[in-house]
């Protein structure tokens, strides 16, 4: 079992639509959770940080945090051609280690 | 500089020689860490330092990989005897501290080709 998975997609949502993003972990014992967008060819950066359960939003961009489920997701309001990239969960564990799924591919269809 | 930045930007090697992967974190963060990400991957964690230490090196896909931190500061990535499944993009990230809260800060990677 991955320490971390997430569907690969592709996911296709239409603009101006909520796009859903999930996520899965394995280790119980995890303290932080994050979600990272990556462009096609470029590095990845930090979206969303979550750390307790329940959800936490910013701006168009809600994480939440299930615990008890070992489950993370993110959503994307009013969903924009830009939002477009591969997003990646990420969890990291007591041990500072960082394990990362393999992402899910989101098109934002104008 | 702003950001993390890596060199090379981009590697080809024959199998079987050593590469050295350098990264620059920025100023003053004290915490760095090292990725892989294979073609339609995730990122693979190979290490991070905490000042010039790495407290696990357990990530490290095998005894070719090793890597150092020196003065807090630069960090070089080395492969030795490289072999084909070892091409892939190898991030660095970089933050302020180890801390829970500290958001990583990713540079723009190397890849690395090997023949």
């Known amino acids: 079992q991955k320490e971390v998975e997430q569907n690969s997609g592709p996911l296709s949502v239409p603009e101006g639509a909520i796009a859903s993003l999930n996520c899965t972990y394995s280790d119980r014992v995890s303290q932080s959770f994050f979600w990272y967008r990556q462009y096609s060819g470029k590095s990845p950066e930090l979206i969303m940080s979550?750390?307790?359960?329940g959800d936490k939003e910013d701006g168009r961009f809600t994480a939440q945090l299930n615990k008890a489920s070992q489950y993370v997701s993110l959503l994307i309001r009013d969903s924009q051609p830009s939002d477009s990239a591969t997003y990646l969960c990420?969890?990291?564990?007591?041990?500072?280690?960082?394990?990362f799924g393999t992402g899910t591919s989101l098109t934002v269809i104008p | 500089g702003a950001g993390v930045s890596q060199s090379p930007s981009n590697k080809v090697t024959e199998k079987g020689k050593d590469v050295e992967l350098r990264c620059d974190p920025i100023?003053?963060?004290?915490?760095l860490y090292w990725y892989r990400q294979s073609l339609g991957q995730g990122l693979e964690f190979l290490i991070y330092f905490q000042g010039n230490s790495a407290p696990d090196k357990s990530g490290l896909p095998s005894d070719r990989f090793s890597a150092e931190r020196t003065g807090g500061s630069v960090s070089t990535l080395t492969i030795q005897r490289t072999q084909q499944e070892d091409s892939a993009v190898y991030l660095c990230a970089s933050s302020l501290t180890s801390g829970s809260v500290d958001t990583q800060y990713f540079g723009p990677g190397t890849r690395l080709t090997v023949l």
């Open positions: 990420a969890v990291r564990n007591t041990g500072n280690q960082f394990y």
């Open positions: 979550i750390y307790s359960n």
């Open positions: 100023s003053g963060h004290t915490a």
